[in-house]
């Protein structure tokens, strides 16, 4: 049977509220009705918190600050070692705190301060709060317990030691109805912790210096028992040092001597080798006085200052005589006599130097007989010198163990002392008794404990009247009905109104039926609630449920109730609404086409929709055949879509192609129809038949005002 009914205008007068929206005022008006449940808890409590802060007694906490830092200076480091600035990482810091919070410490500070004869440590009477817990068995017995364990738990209770921050100052806090007793008592922890410090260094300063004692006297026998080793195989072998400073024995060292010599004797050798040879080459190239060992010879300088003045003098007469006068040729055979003399004095120059040689030569060959007798000498006495460097390397090593424990031990024995052994720590800031209780906060406590009650007793009648309903805004004229009841009302109304069935075929049958208007209670959220009662969509197992609205008219423009409808279906479940309608170049924005062309994903044509959860997909950027050529492919996004939503809502625009009419009315569960009031009822039955044709069913028509839908949409 095919179905149609009206959801036609509303009378303007009637206009509906929101149903979802809170009623302030009636809130309001509950809270009124209902102050004494707020105030008179506040007021008691206000009291009550007000008597319990001035009964209490008040406790005081003082606070003493170290720092905890290398103590470490010029003048009480070991004079050997390096200065180093130790590292107080976090884990060091907190270390320290378990130090200070360690019993051995807090039975030092026990007994220091005489606290197990303090009646705030150790009352003579057990309360009876305690006895009660120890009544029950959450506790031990009392009196079980001794004095010192009584008093050392008050003493952790009220005792608490931090870092501060992340720095390396630990703060340490005590409390105490007595302010003197919590200064003196945070002071005195911090004296003992410092005062242990010391200690500690003190005690392994004696222990390091007893056990270096103990193993010096020892050591020493060692060394003078090694020593003696050495001297007695020196003096067997007959390996004597070479002097007093060397380490050498003295085989070796007059080889070493005969090597240097020969050596010295090999330069002096190939020197004068050298000398004579160029002496007897400038000789050959007449180039005698540029050779430095003949120009600065005796006899040469004076033949030289010889010639150089008949040079003179040759000169001089040769200006007025002939190169044949007697004077001329005199003077010339004078010059040349001295050239002879000065080219003899330059060979026995020469020869000189090749005498030279020759004494060198002969010295070497002497040295190298010398060298090879000692060498015979040395290399027999190599094995004893291997086993006399062994026994050296001994001896050696025990002077050097007994000079390092001798300095240790001076350094330990300077260490032996409080003042010598500086802590790794200093008070910052100590302890003084404190002016203001730091336990009960009056003030604080009491505004706490008030707002804190004041706020629970008003959530509490805010909850009451939000679960009554009674917070929430009704329908038009019903505020008062029940809210939960307004849907099985609607349903019934829809299925009991004579007019809005369509017996089949509509064909024959439509054309009696004219237009029929609903009642004028009928709200838009009502007639959205008929047109889903009229579909009766079942749910889908594994996916959600696909309604398509078409519009009957071809020349018109949409009536927008596919918005509508997704609107109300989206209060109570996840829809998204796919409108086919093509935007205006200005609105363009990615949607369907755009996804079925791979140009976006879900993620980019997905939007919401301001002011309710309602999603949607548009038409996008790309021309509507592309959803037409694909039809697998909007099955596919279809099929996604309904995996997510429950009801998957299609807006078809007004005359649409019917190639894209069926590529959605085949893949849908119900299909809403709009026609308008006036319109042709032949224009509506063709609409319906085109649904048919192209595989819709489950086919509803809604009929709205023929003069627009401003008033529904408003209500919507």
């Not at 008592?185 to 300063?205: C, F, G, H, M, S």
Request: aromatic share 4%.
């Amino acid at each position: 049977m095919s179905k149609f009914f009206g959801a036609g205008t509303m009378d303007g007068t009637s206009r509906p509220l929101p149903a979802d929206d809170l009623d302030v005022g009636q809130i309001w008006r509950a809270i009124v009705a209902r102050r004494r449940w707020i105030l008179i808890p506040t007021l008691l409590t206000c009291l009550g918190t007000a008597i319990a802060v001035n009964v209490l007694p008040p406790r005081y906490m003082a606070e003493t600050r170290i720092i905890l830092q290398n103590g470490e200076n010029f003048y009480t480091r070991p004079g050997s070692a390096p200065e180093a600035e130790r590292q107080i990482d976090d884990e060091a810091v907190q270390s320290q705190v378990q130090v200070i919070m360690s019993r051995d410490l807090a039975r030092e500070a026990i007994a220091k301060l005489n606290l197990t004869q303090n009646p705030l440590f150790n009352p003579p009477t057990e309360s009876p709060v305690k006895r009660l817990i120890s009544a029950i068995g959450l506790g031990g017995r009392v009196g079980q317990a001794s004095v010192e364990e009584k008093v050392l738990d008050v003493y952790y209770d009220r005792l608490q030691v931090f870092q501060v921050g992340r720095s390396r100052v630990v703060a340490i806090e005590f409390t105490s109805e007595d302010p003197d007793l919590a200064a003196r008592v945070a002071n005195t922890i911090a004296e003992l912790y410092i005062a242990r410090q010391q200690d500690v260094k003190q005690d392994a300063a004696r222990s390091a210096s007893d056990w270096l004692a103990s193993n010096i006297e020892s050591l020493r026998k060692r060394v003078a028992e090694a020593e003696a080793k050495v001297e007695d195989f020196r003096a067997k072998t007959g390996l004597l040092r070479g002097s007093s400073s060397s380490t050498t024995t003295l085989p070796t060292q007059q080889l070493a001597d005969l090597s240097g010599q020969l050596a010295a004797q090999r330069a002096a050798q190939a020197d004068a080798q050298a000398k004579a040879r160029m002496i007897r080459d400038m000789l050959s190239s007449g180039n005698i006085l540029e050779i430095p060992d003949v120009a600065n010879n005796d006899l040469v300088r004076r033949l030289t200052e010889q010639r150089i003045a008949l040079r003179t003098q040759l000169a001089l007469e040769s200006r007025n005589l002939l190169p044949e006068h007697p004077r001329i040729k005199e003077l010339t055979a004078q010059l040349s006599d001295l050239d002879n003399q000065i080219r003899l004095a330059a060979e026995r120059v020469a020869r000189s130097f090749e005498t030279d040689s020759r004494l060198a030569g002969s010295r070497v060959e002497g040295l190298m007989a010398a060298i090879n007798a000692q060498t015979q000498v040395t290399a027999s006495a190599n094995e004893n010198e291997v086993r006399l460097r062994a026994l050296e390397l001994d001896a050696r090593t025990e002077r050097d163990q007994l000079e390092s424990y001798l300095a240790k031990y001076r350094e330990a024995q300077a260490r032996d002392s409080r003042d010598a052994s500086p802590a790794d720590a200093r008070v910052v800031s100590g302890a003084v008794a404190p002016a203001t209780p730091s336990f009960p906060k009056k003030i604080p406590t009491i505004l706490i404990a008030t707002l804190a009650v004041f706020a629970l007793t008003s959530a509490g009648v805010l909850s009451a009247e939000l679960l009554s309903g009674r917070a929430t805004v009704r329908g038009e004229d019903e505020r008062g009905a029940d809210r939960d009841t307004a849907p099985a009302a609607m349903h019934a109304t829809a299925t009991s109104t004579p007019y809005l069935t369509l017996p089949a075929p509509i064909d024959v049958e439509f054309k009696d039926i004219g237009p029929v208007r609903p009642p004028a209670d009928l709200t838009d959220g009502t007639a959205m609630d008929v047109i889903l009662a009229k579909l009766a969509v079942p749910a889908r197992e594994g996916r959600g449920r696909r309604l398509i609205v078409a519009e009957a008219a071809k020349d018109k423009a949409s009536t927008d109730v596919a918005r509508r409808l997704a609107r109300h279906l989206a209060r109570k479940a996840r829809v998204v609404l796919v409108t086919l309608a093509a935007p205006s170049g200005a609105d363009e924005e990615l949607g369907l086409t755009d996804l079925m062309t791979e140009r976006a994903g879900f993620t980019d044509v997905i939007s919401r929709e301001a002011g309710s959860r309602l999603h949607v997909v548009g038409h996008g950027t790309q021309p509507s055949e592309v959803l037409a050529e694909d039809a697998d492919g909007v099955g596919s996004a279809l099929a996604a879509l309904d995996q997510t939503y429950d009801w998957v809502v299609c807006g078809l625009p007004a005359g649409i192609d019917p190639a894209l009419l069926h590529v959605f009315a085949a893949r849908t569960d119900g299909s809403v129809l709009v026609a308008r009031e006036g319109e042709p009822e032949e224009q509506t039955v063709a609409g319906y038949q085109n649904l048919q044709t192209h595989g819709a069913g489950n086919i509803v028509v809604a009929v709205t005002g023929a003069a627009g839908d401003d008033a529904v949409h408003q209500a919507a």
